[in-house]
């Protein structure tokens, strides 16, 4: 059974920074995509960044472009997402989602397996 857990959101204010981290288990997580998505209130949940299974490409949503990072760790079954810069327009529960293929795509289609999600709370 695969398993996604999220760990690292909180509190933090304007222009600070947050990493966000995903554990994977039940599959081999070097063969499949990652992405995190992002639900903010009253909006539909939203593409963030992806990265392939070998963590050489990445995709990034324009909003976030420059100021998030994600990387990933096959090794430890890891992926992550670093964001800097935050703003109160961040606020969300992020999710960690996995692939259901070696490249990533920005649809939650794309996507079989989900975490539990994370509170992201940027204040002003």
């Known amino acids: 059974q695969v398993q996604l857990v999220e760990s690292g959101g909180g509190l933090v204010q304007t222009g600070g920074s947050l990493r966000l981290s995903c554990a994977a288990s039940?599959?081999?997580?070097?063969?499949?995509?990652m992405g995190w998505f992002r639900q903010r209130p009253g909006k539909e949940r939203e593409f963030v960044a992806a990265?392939?299974?070998?963590?050489?490409?990445?995709a990034y949503a324009d909003s976030v472009k420059g100021r998030f990072t994600i990387s990933r760790d096959n090794a430890k079954g890891t992926v992550y997402l670093q964001m800097n810069s935050l703003k109160p327009e961040d606020t969300a529960v992020y999710y960690c989602?996995?692939?259901?293929?070696?490249?990533?795509?920005?649809?939650?289609?794309?996507?079989?397996?989900w975490g539990q999600g994370t509170q992201v709370t940027v204040s002003s």
């Open positions: 039940g599959r081999t997580f070097s063969s499949y995509a």
């Open positions: 989602a996995g692939g259901s293929t070696a490249m990533y795509s920005s649809s939650p289609l794309g996507y079989g397996y």
């Open positions: 990265i392939s299974y070998r963590g050489r490409s990445t």
